[in-house]
């Protein structure tokens, strides 16, 4: 089975400052690896996801995650934060058909960003 | 506009209560998922459908029950049997590379 692991479960930054979300898999084949955004007492938006192909992956509201597999990581990074951005972010990896993961998804716990004037 | 519909966006019950929660997609998509979202614990699958009258219990279907009869919809009862049902409740349908459409919620509080 595949798993998750966010860490820190709240991360404050400036306005203007780098973001940097962390997040690690354990998955036994090849993931898929996504990022959503979730907005207060509303449903999960995707930022981004890593299928097959280039490790640097741009996603909406200048956002972009590097896949790599030595580190089993898929970070979430924007360069400079906006107040817009504060909201709870989910890392989450795919099953896989191979390890009868089927078609569904493992989501982490979650990180709650908030920006700061 | 295409989308995942849910309802009610709160509900209340009372002990001893069943209640249904809708979920309503026109994406096209062959999968569902019903997802509970508790703080500090992400989201935890109940049940998903792949296709429509067959479905599968997910990480914590214990005390929860859903039906597949169309394509488009997949309702979640909440049983009696729930013993700790106060939850956020998310529905999501999905492309066939696992990218999920999600629902705006809907927030059970058992009174």
């Known amino acids: 089975a595949q798993s998750v692991t966010q860490l820190g479960s709240h991360v404050s930054v400036s306005e203007g400052a780098l973001v940097l979300l962390r997040c690690n898999y354990s998955s036994s084949v090849p993931p898929y690896l996504f990022w959503y955004v979730q907005y207060p007492n509303q449903g999960l938006q995707l930022l981004l996801k890593?299928?097959?192909?280039?490790?640097l992956v741009k996603g909406i509201n200048g956002f972009e995650a590097e896949f790599k597999k030595s580190e089993t990581s898929f970070h979430l990074t924007k360069p400079s934060a906006h107040m817009s951005d504060a909201a709870e972010y989910f890392c989450a990896v795919s099953g896989s058909f191979l390890t009868g993961g089927g078609n569904k998804l493992t989501f982490g716990t979650g990180t709650q960003l908030k920006v700061e004037l | 506009d295409g989308g995942i519909t849910q309802s009610p966006k709160y509900l209340f019950r009372k002990e001893g209560q069943n209640v249904t929660l809708s979920c309503e997609q026109n994406?096209?998509?062959?999968?569902m998922y019903w997802y509970r979202q508790d703080p500090g614990q992400g989201l935890r699958l109940i049940y998903y459908?792949?296709?429509?009258?067959?479905?599968q219990k997910g990480d914590i279907a214990e005390g929860y029950s859903v039906s597949r009869e169309k394509k488009e919809s997949f309702p979640l009862t909440v049983t009696s049997a729930q013993k700790n049902p106060t939850a956020f409740y998310l529905c999501?349908?999905?492309?066939?590379?696992?990218?999920?459409?999600f629902g705006e919620g809907s927030r059970l509080t058992v009174l």
């Open positions: 890593y299928t097959t192909g280039a490790t």
């Open positions: 994406l096209n998509h062959d999968a």
């Open positions: 999501a349908s999905s492309t066939l590379t696992w990218e999920l459409f």
């Open positions: 459908s792949q296709i429509v009258n067959d479905f």
